[in-house]
């Protein structure tokens, strides 16, 4: 007898012979082909916000570098390497 998995999506049975989809970075989840296909899906959605938002904070990071450093250098203060942020 071989052994079966359970979708982690759809709860049903993934037939015998069936390879599992395997998704997830952290925590790895078995899915039947349909769900594993809708979870790679969300998954490389979930890639793209991720990207967005660091590409937002690399802006503003830069930005408030800039704006803070020259404020300071204003200030007599000299500030040529900020702490990692």
Not at 1 to 11: A, E, L
């Amino acid at each position: 007898m071989g052994v079966r998995f359970s979708c982690d999506g759809c709860d049903t049975m993934i037939p015998e012979g069936v390879e599992p989809v395997e998704v997830g970075t952290v925590l790895k989840r078995q899915y039947c082909p349909m769900c594993g296909e809708a979870a790679r899906e969300y998954m490389r959605e979930v890639n793209i916000a991720h990207t967005e938002l660091a590409e937002q904070w690399e802006k503003k990071l830069d930005h408030l570098r800039h704006v803070f450093t020259r404020a300071k250098t204003n200030d007599g203060i000299s500030l040529k390497l900020l702490p990692d942020a």
